[in-house]
């Protein structure tokens, strides 16, 4: 990228007229800085009846400071940053520990995982930079992971007995730098959609069996 100024140009032209270039300088090239660094941000909005992970109320399994390890795990073969995040998988970049981690909005209710990175090596476009670092593959996993991090990995004594794994998906807010996020994350449980979808099943039934038995009485009403 070039850098001008009012007496300088890309180009430069010298006329027989003034036997002068006009403009009377060359631009010169805009300094380039290469990008070392990375962000990005995960929230996730969860069921009423979840514990309020990584506030500062919550103990054990969900508090900051055990949230704060399994998400910057590195060796953990479900949990952390490492799954979802491009160049942690491939090795072009190594999480920022101190900064990364997660917090917890009292007002809204979402959970907020923020994560940053070095990239080795730095790049020098935001088109390199940004499939290194946009988050992938549905939410960063924090629950059910294969590392130990307290004495009781599971559950601590006193805590509310909730099972994340019966979370299913719906849509889910990510961003990193130099993106805007989309719509927030929501989460139904696995009985809730089950429960729908009999419903759905039983009413098709239904009408099936109102139909096949409308067709009879045509047929047998029939000369």
């Avoid at 919550?58 to 949990?79: F, H, P, R, V, Y």
């Avoid at 935001?126 to 499939?131: C, D, N």
């Avoid at 939410?139 to 994340?164: H, L, M, N």
Wanted: glycine share 8%; net charge neutral; charged share 20%.
């Amino acid at each position: 990228e070039l850098k001008t100024q009012p007496n300088s140009g890309a180009e430069i032209t010298c006329t027989k007229e003034t036997g002068k270039y006009d403009p009377p300088y060359l631009a010169r090239c805009k300094e380039t800085k290469p990008l070392t660094t990375g962000s990005g941000i995960q929230r996730m909005t969860l069921p009423g009846n979840a514990p309020a992970v990584c506030s500062s109320e919550e103990t054990g399994e969900w508090s900051i400071a055990i949230m704060k390890q399994k998400l910057n795990a590195m060796d953990d073969d479900n949990c952390g940053f490492k799954h979802k995040v491009p160049c942690l998988t491939s090795g072009k970049c190594s999480l920022d520990t101190d900064k990364s981690g997660c917090s917890y909005d009292t007002a809204s209710g979402k959970l907020i995982m923020e994560y940053h990175v070095n990239l080795t090596p730095a790049v020098w476009t935001l088109s390199e930079r940004q499939p290194l670092i946009q988050l992938s593959g549905g939410p960063v996993q924090f629950w059910s992971c294969s590392g130990s991090y307290s004495k009781r990995r599971r559950r601590y004594a006193g805590e509310p007995d909730f099972d994340f794994d019966t979370l299913v998906q719906l849509n889910i807010t990510t961003a990193s730098d130099g993106t805007k996020p989309d719509q927030s994350t929501k989460y139904v449980t696995v009985a809730t959609v089950g429960i729908v979808a009999t419903v759905v099943v039983t009413a098709l039934l239904f009408l099936l069996f109102v139909r096949l038995r409308k067709l009879k009485s045509e047929d047998a009403a029939s000369p």
